[in-house]
């Protein structure tokens, strides 16, 4: 069984940074695709970025773009969500999830292994 635990969320000042880690274990998780995704109170939960454990290559939605940036430890199966110059935007549950089955997305309903997300809130 796939499991997913999100960690490193917290208050954080506008323009300061934050950093998510992610620990996915399970089958296949070596070639996993893992995803990082936000639900802003009041908004539908939206993708922010993604990485492919197969070759660690990335993609990023445009409000985080040059912003954030995934990466990942290969030894330890954890991904890492480095925010900086937040804005109080980014305030969101912030949840990672896990596709074992395909390459690089961020397409909600393909990802079938949810974390139970961590609260990041932008304020001063």
């Known amino acids: 069984q796939v499991q997913v635990v999100e960690s490193g969320g917290g208050l954080v000042q506008p323009g300061g940074s934050l950093r998510l880690s992610c620990k996915a274990s399970?089958?296949?998780?070596?070639?996993?695709?893992i995803g990082w995704f936000r639900e802003a109170p009041g908004k539908k939960r939206e993708g922010v970025a993604a990485?492919?454990?197969?070759?660690?290559?990335?993609l990023y939605e445009d409000p985080v773009k040059g912003r954030f940036t995934i990466s990942r430890n290969k030894a330890t199966n954890t991904v890492f969500l480095q925010m900086t110059s937040l804005t109080p935007d980014d305030t969101a549950v912030y949840y990672c999830?896990?596709?074992?089955?395909?390459?690089?997305?961020?397409?909600?309903?393909?990802?079938?292994?949810w974390g139970q997300g961590t609260q990041v809130t932008v304020s001063s």
């Open positions: 999830a896990a596709d074992p089955t395909s390459y690089l997305h961020t397409v909600q309903e393909w990802y079938g292994y």
């Open positions: 990485i492919s454990n197969r070759d660690d290559r990335t």
């Open positions: 399970g089958p296949d998780i070596e070639r996993a695709c």
